[in-house]
């Protein structure tokens, strides 16, 4: 049934990333088919009328605190992931269902947990991103099959200490390249005491591109144009950096864009682009800059890339929910427009991207409680999570 819009949410919240270009190396273990080419900056499809989309949310679940979907390959079922440690599988007609179960593994202050999960492109293999007892991050793989993830499979792909409980990132996806992406915060605490995010000697407050299965002496592989693989120093894994806590990033499935919702300190929230194509490397500010306006040290901001867009803290806003690019087809004046929200508030958004600048921005009239994720379906069509425990789909408004 359609639900009625539900109201506002006061909390803090944060996690995101970067878009890939096409690999000179090989193509990643794990991939179905050789790496896509020709990403060569196309602009995205425009909307029919942004103006004109009327939308509406479905229930399709009550599960507890989901935060995050993933789709398998010719596999009909959402699977989502909820923040005390299990991922549970979403089809038609069907009981949820547990298909892996990390509850007891799984720190759960307020920005740990279970925090993302992403399927390898040939549906073999899962991957999960979430906070150990003892608050630091992994990235850990299992093998993947009807009944669910084998637990004997399980391989830790990645470690990350944690200096802070909070800034944890935590989003997964495969790029259009069949890299692994992962999103990690700035270690957190406030303001970024330690300096990671402008670090390149650290992981955190970056988006990571990786080949996730074994190589050589290492759990994981380091693509070979990753932009700072020959950067004394620097960590090989590193794909972008400047990010305070990217919460959540997702890449266009028709342009291979890669949108990032970077949560702010306290005055500023923003969504931040990298174009396919890109080689990576970018410094989208932070700690310099929050938004477009000097933190800190501040500085010249040359070689730094800005926002498309933010918002000031007002009216109860606190923390940028990064979405998707539509792509669907139930909602056609969607088509091509970022839709995304703000965890406090509850609102859902959505915005066109022209060029380097964001137009068309609108509030789509529907406000969730605790507006924790969003998601997307094999078919493009797009899905809100609440911490309150819904998952709810995005459809057309009748009338």
């Not at 993947?144 to 200096?163: H, I, K, Y």
């Not at 890449?251 to 969504?271: P, Y």
């Not at 923390?319 to 929200?341: E, H, K, M, Q, W």
């Amino acid at each position: 049934m359609v639900v009625a819009l539900l109201a506002a949410a006061c909390g803090s919240n944060g996690e995101q990333a970067t878009a890939g270009p096409t690999p000179t190396g090989p193509t990643p273990t794990g991939a179905t088919s050789p790496a896509p080419t020709g990403l060569t900056n196309p602009e995205p499809s425009p909307t029919a009328d942004l103006a004109e989309a009327r939308v509406a949310l479905e229930r399709v679940a009550t599960l507890e605190q989901p935060l995050a979907i993933a789709v398998r390959p010719g596999d009909p079922a959402l699977y989502v992931a909820e923040k005390v440690g299990r991922v549970v599988a979403l089809a038609d007609g069907a009981e949820p269902r547990t298909v892996l179960n990390l509850t007891g593994q799984v720190s759960l202050g307020s920005e740990q947990g279970l925090l993302g999960l992403a399927f390898s492109p040939n549906g073999r293999f899962l991957y999960v991103d979430f906070t150990d007892t003892n608050g630091d991050t992994r990235v850990t793989e299992f093998a993947f099959g009807d009944a669910g993830a084998d637990v004997g499979s399980r391989r830790d792909v990645l470690f990350v200490p944690q200096p802070f409980s909070n800034h944890n990132g935590g989003a997964l996806a495969f790029g259009p390249d069949g890299y692994l992406y992962i999103a990690l915060g700035d270690g957190g605490s406030g303001g970024d005491p330690f300096g990671n995010s402008q670090s390149l000697s650290t992981l955190l407050g970056k988006i990571l591109r990786i080949s996730p299965r074994p190589s050589r002496d290492r759990p994981f592989g380091i693509p070979p144009d990753n932009p700072f693989v020959d950067t004394p120093g620097a960590m090989p894994e590193i794909w972008d950096y400047g990010l305070r806590n990217p919460w959540r990033f997702s890449f266009d499935r028709e342009t291979g864009d890669l949108w990032i919702g970077d949560v702010g300190q306290s005055a500023w929230e923003e969504v931040d682009v990298e174009r396919a194509g890109s080689p990576g490397g970018l410094n989208f500010g932070w700690n310099l800059y929050e938004g477009t306006h000097p933190f800190g040290a501040g500085g010249d901001t040359a070689g730094l890339t800005m926002p498309v867009f933010e918002y000031i803290h007002d009216g109860g806003v606190c923390s940028v929910t990064g979405g998707y690019v539509y792509r669907g087809t139930a909602i056609p004046d969607l088509v091509g427009a970022y839709v995304f929200g703000d965890y406090c508030e509850g609102q859902l958004e959505a915005l066109v991207l022209r060029g380097d600048r964001a137009t068309g921005h609108r509030l789509l009239g529907l406000r969730v409680d605790g507006l924790a994720s969003f998601g997307e379906d094999a078919k493009g069509e797009l899905y809100v999570l609440a911490l309150s425990g819904d998952v709810l789909k995005l459809v057309p408004a009748e009338g």
